[in-house]
């Protein structure tokens, strides 16, 4: 079912940091910093990886002008075990906080939450969105870096970064949330986590139909419907069964993916970029920005995860996927 | 003598190209491969045909991993031989035993000397 915000609450700011690689990135000059240290002077890549959600939620903080302690909630995640590197931030952030795992779709979920929570009056000020770190990801998914294995055309390379927004009550200049649609886990029975695309792209195509059915509206009404990180092959594929759906392929062209722009056309990154960080530094920078500057005036953001972990794809079982969807309008 | 590089080119390079499908299309991780790969050259030597294919293609044959199972089957048969079914225990690491060992000292020579590297480091 569709969540309609009352309230609009707004969406104030957007602090995104990002790895050496993603200086390569087409968004990268919408990043708030690039570090040249993929572990941010830090020991070990998930020191790093928690350093890097500090310093986002410092850069939405610094841009809104509000300080650590009008902040009323933090919301986030990301994808190391037990989520490690967004908890071990909350404890330096000291802000009330809920963990909170949809896998590369929980900047979407971390903002679904925080906006129910400003509108039901809980929140002035809540810090919402999500990160990844290439290493750590690969090492726990895949295998470590240093291993040097080998990888199918259809991977996509994990991003490193971290976005957060900082959610409040509704303030005019701001872009509002106005709905959103929380994803079912589906399931279309793809087991190679070399083909992520792929397994989401369903899910994408669910989460947006349901959203459009919902709000009565058709993908005209939106100037941009971005997802979080199908890549070159998993953006194919939604357009595909849109087309099959009944909708024209010249009207898809809002349709448009993250993941498959990030690295712009460098093959070095195969399918594309994916992450939970990949997402949430496009949306909370390029996005917001844009939409700031006027360029866009509605948007529907789907985050899309796949909901595998290292065991259950050894044990051969397939990867359920999960999209999650916010409507945003700016005056 | 000349043609024997032109076997040991095709056939080492036709071990390595099924060993890349495997992973590609097989699915199979590095480890799996690795394995199966062992395996396939155990059963080889078993039904008599790897002495046969290092004979045609020398080092072709020998430098896969392929040769590695070759060369336990090898070691297992020839012990059982003279010293009947306790051979088979000792004469697995007999034949392969330089070649582990070797693996051993220069891996840990390589150890000290290098250290793995990331994408960005």
């Not at chain 2, 396939?40 to 004979?55: C, H, R, V």
């Amino acid at each position: 079912m569709v969540i309609v915000f009352q309230s609009k609450p707004s969406l104030i700011a957007g602090g995104v940091v990002a790895g050496p690689l993603e200086k390569r990135s087409i968004f990268s000059q919408y990043f708030d910093a690039n570090y040249d240290d993929e572990r941010w002077q830090m020991k070990t890549n998930e020191q790093g990886h928690r350093k890097m959600v500090e310093e986002a939620c410092e850069f939405a903080m610094k841009k809104a002008g509000v300080k650590k302690t009008d902040i009323d909630y933090f919301m986030g995640g990301d994808l190391i075990n037990q989520m490690t590197p967004t908890n071990f931030a909350a404890r330096d952030l000291d802000i009330p906080f809920i963990g909170l795992f949809s896998a590369c779709a929980t900047s979407i979920s971390s903002i679904i939450v925080a906006s129910l929570l400003t509108e039901v009056g809980a929140s002035n000020f809540a810090l919402a969105g999500a990160s990844s770190q290439h290493n750590a990801v690969e090492r726990q998914f895949r295998y470590p870096i240093n291993y040097g294995s080998q990888k199918p055309q259809t991977a996509q390379w994990t991003v490193t970064a971290a976005g957060y927004a900082l959610i409040g009550k509704h303030q005019e200049e701001y872009p509002s949330i106005e709905a959103a649609t929380v994803g079912k886990s589906v399931d279309y029975g793809m087991d190679d986590p070399f083909h992520m695309g792929a397994a989401m792209a369903p899910a994408a195509f669910q989460t947006i139909q349901s959203h459009l059915e919902q709000r009565n509206q058709k993908i005209y009404h939106y100037d941009l419907i971005l997802t979080g990180d199908l890549g070159q092959l998993g953006l194919k594929l939604l357009k595909g069964m849109f087309v099959e759906s009944g909708i024209k392929s010249e009207e898809l062209t809002p349709l448009r993916d993250a993941g498959a722009e990030f690295y712009g056309q460098d093959e070095t990154f195969q399918s594309g970029a994916s992450g939970a960080g990949c997402s949430a530094a496009v949306f909370l920078s390029y996005v917001i920005q844009q939409m700031r500057a006027g360029t866009f005036k509605r948007v529907l953001l789907v985050a899309t995860g796949a909901l595998l972990s290292p065991l259950t794809f050894q044990q051969g079982e397939t990867i359920p996927c999960t999209a999650h969807a916010i409507e945003i309008t700016m005056k | 003598m000349a043609m024997t590089f032109v076997f040991a080119f095709f056939v080492g390079g036709i071990i390595c190209a099924i060993g890349q499908l495997l992973m590609d299309y097989g699915k199979l991780t590095p480890g799996h491969t690795l394995s199966t790969l062992v395996v396939a050259g155990a059963i080889l030597d078993g039904m008599g045909l790897y002495e046969p294919l290092i004979n045609f293609a020398g080092a072709g044959a020998t430098v896969p991993i392929t040769s590695f199972g070759n060369s336990l089957t090898h070691g297992a048969i020839a012990e059982a031989e003279r010293h009947g079914l306790v051979g088979v225990l000792t004469g697995m690491f007999e034949v392969t035993s330089s070649g582990i060992s070797a693996a051993v000292v220069f891996g840990f020579i390589g150890a000290l000397i290098f250290k793995p590297k990331g994408n960005v480091d």
